[in-house]
């Protein structure tokens, strides 16, 4: 069994350098969607360590420079498309999960998609990217209208959360007139169609 305290001091040396290379706001919330990982592989039967990890360090690039985040999404090989690349607020995430692998020698393959993907989405997502993905859509810090609609449905079914958080997120990047790029079109008719089958059940 590892229970959160055992988790924040064996990876104490990660909260140092988020510290150093974060504002106390995004730090703060890096370590709020930590435990909201945790909490959620808890409840749903997920790897709690990998989850704890995963989102504590998924905004480990979020205030670095923008070139230098551009830059860091293409080294990463990690099938960064086109419209991702026209959308900065996409950039940490791959940037990130780059950081992790070369830096850090986080080798973990889903914990590096977890983090990869935590903005974006993808199709067919694992448990762990699912609750990386949710964990930084409900963390304790979020304040948005619906949160705890949101909250709510993560706790319940992490797939019909994942419908309802790509739902909102497709529909916001829709209204602002911003790109979709692929893998979250794909992650939205993934989970829309799993959706559907548990609505007929």
């Known amino acids: 069994m590892c229970n959160i305290k055992d988790l ?7 909260t140092e350098i988020l510290k150093d290379v974060l504002s106390k706001k995004r730090f703060t919330h890096s370590v709020n969607v930590a435990k909201m990982c945790y909490e ?9 360590e990998k989850a704890y990890l ?9 205030e670095e420079t923008p070139n ?10 990690m099938d960064v498309s086109t419209e991702e690349l026209e959308t900065p607020a996409l950039w940490h995430g791959p940037a990130a999960a780059y950081y992790l692998k070369t830096k850090l ?3 973990d393959e889903d914990i590096l998609l977890a983090v990869r993907y935590h903005t974006a989405g993808n199709a067919d997502m694992s448990k762990l990217q699912k609750i990386v993905y949710l964990g930084d859509l409900v963390s304790e810090d979020r304040t948005y209208k619906d949160v705890e609609k949101y909250r709510k449905y993560s706790i319940d079914d992490l797939d ?7 739902k909102h997120s497709v529909g916001e990047t829709l209204e602002k007139g911003g790109l979709v790029p692929p893998c979250t079109i794909n992650a939205y008719n993934f989970y829309t169609r799993l959706f559907n089958k548990i609505k007929e059940k």
């Open 160 to 166: 019909s959360a994942m419908y309802h958080a790509l």
């Open 68 to 77: 230098a985040q551009k830059s860091l999404a293409v080294l990463s090989g």
């Open 105 to 107: 020698k986080i080798e």
């Open 40 to 48: 959620l592989a808890e409840k749903h039967g997920g790897d709690k």
């Open 54 to 62: 995963a989102g504590l360090l998924h905004d480990i690039k979020k």
């Open 8 to 14: 924040e001091r064996k990876y104490s040396s990660y």
